[in-house]
């Protein structure tokens, strides 16, 4: 079974397929990078729709960062690493997980759809140059010394303050890993509409009385 997993206020799209039928009614629960790629938060409210897909034959790939690159065995990493996903969708970020580092890779390109099923298939697979990421730094940049040498006076007879030779410039830093930032257990919110379908019977696929839920 595959899906469209949509956000219904920005309409930002996504595809996967589906792991268990375990959740709670009106739940989902989904990997942080595919929150990432729809701009969700925990609790919102997303749109999951069934969907038919044809199958993938080609891939252009490109590396958030060329770390991925230099691994000897990158090629066989990504095709063990494919087999997690039953679906590829273009614009998308998806995420490795290699010998304790985290790699995301954007998916450029796709043959023949825009959003592929990579299910017992094979595909041919071309690499871009990679992104290069901002790093944690902190740069000194050196003043140009004054071409004046003597001392200044103020009118007031106080000292004058000695004029500082350099200064310290912070780029703006983007943090690689924010997902170590998420809530533990997530937040659940109330979606006044669903619960109001949920009570008059007009939920596909759910059976039974309608029981209150208080969060």
């Not at 901002?134 to 071409?147: D, T």
């Not at 004029?163 to 533990?184: D, M, S």
């Not at 937040?187 to 109001?196: F, M, N």
């Amino acid at each position: 079974m595959l899906f469209e997993v949509s956000n219904p206020y920005t309409e930002k799209r996504t595809h996967s397929g589906v792991l268990e039928f375990i959740s709670d009614e009106g739940t989902c629960h989904m990997p942080y990078w595919m929150m990432q790629q729809l701009c969700l938060k925990e609790g919102d409210i997303v749109r999951v729709t069934s969907i038919s897909l044809p199958k993938g034959t080609f891939v252009k790939l490109k590396p958030c960062s060329k770390d991925f690159m230099e691994l000897s065995n990158h090629r066989t990493v990504l095709e063990t690493a494919l087999r997690n996903y039953a679906t590829l969708t273009i614009g998308d970020n998806i995420v490795i997980h290699y010998l304790g580092k985290t790699y995301e890779i954007k998916i450029v390109d796709l043959k023949p759809a825009f959003a592929c099923t990579i299910i017992e298939t094979d595909v041919e697979v071309e690499f871009e140059e990679p992104f290069e990421k901002v790093q944690y730094v902190e740069e000194i940049i050196p003043v140009e010394e004054s071409k004046f040498k003597g001392k200044g006076q103020r009118t007031d007879g106080k000292a004058c303050k000695n004029v500082k030779t350099e200064k310290v410039r912070q780029k703006i830093i983007e943090n690689p890993e924010p997902w170590k930032e998420k809530l533990v257990g997530g937040v659940r919110t109330k979606c006044a509409e669903y619960e109001d379908l949920l009570k008059k019977g007009r939920i596909p696929g759910i059976i039974g009385k309608f029981i209150e839920r208080k969060f």
